[in-house]
């Protein structure tokens, strides 16, 4: 499974990168705002880090518009992928824009559904947001395992992006399921790398090294 970070600071995708876990990065207007800097030069930055897709997402709600602001987003670097929402004009852009070779991924996923037409639109990634399904007490992984099999029943290339993740647990059954990718704030890595055995395991042999005699 592919690791993305989700997020747009620059330190804690630095932090990922010297990790050696990260494959690539998405980003969200919510994301980019809490950097208090223009975004174009944002994203060129984190295009400079990551030689993975880097997902930038578009404002406009009607099809041409998303057209527009896509190829103006594209020409930001080859790594840029196109973050489209899930509506009906979002489906007519990614249309479009596939055929011009522009990645996207479609964003704001929420059933099965919105998914199967997703990868008949020819998408090359789908981000099906678990945490907020969570959130209004659905299970959001459920929709991840249904994804899974509708793709695999087809044959579909486009690539699951398990997003809105919250905890380690996601992440986890997000391998358990076969997803592609699990794009993962930067907490939650810190969160699968922390066990209290290995601090604990640590903490005894530096207290058990000093009792070797020196000499
Ligand atoms: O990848 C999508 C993500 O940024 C949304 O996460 O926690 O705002 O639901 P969240």
Do not use: W
């Amino acid at each position: 499974m592919e690791i993305f970070i989700d997020t747009a600071n620059i330190k804690e995708i630095k932090e990922a990168i010297a990790l050696g876990l990260i494959d690539g990065v998405t980003t969200n207007p919510t994301l980019i705002a809490r950097e208090n800097r223009p975004a174009k030069d944002l994203l060129k930055e984190i295009c400079s880090l990551v030689s993975g897709p880097v997902s930038a997402e578009v404002i406009s709600l009607d099809a041409s518009g998303m057209v527009t602001e896509a190829r103006q987003l594209a020409k930001i670097a080859k790594n840029i992928v196109i973050k489209i929402p899930l509506v009906k004009e979002g489906l007519k852009a990614v249309k479009i824009l596939s055929s011009e070779g522009i990645k996207t991924n479609v964003t704001l996923c929420f059933s099965v559904s919105q998914a199967l037409l997703t990868a008949k639109a020819g998408a090359d990634y789908i981000s099906p947001f678990v945490g907020r399904l969570d959130d209004i007490s659905e299970v959001g992984m459920d929709l991840i395992k249904d994804i899974r099999t509708i793709y695999q029943n087809y044959g579909f290339k486009t690539k699951i992006i398990v997003a809105s993740v919250r905890n380690p647990l996601h992440v986890v059954s997000a391998a358990l399921m076969a997803a592609d990718v699990a794009t993962i704030p930067f907490a939650v890595i810190e969160q699968l790398i922390k066990h209290p055995l290995t601090d604990i395991g640590i903490q005894r042999f530096l207290e058990d090294y000093k009792k070797i005699p020196q000499k």
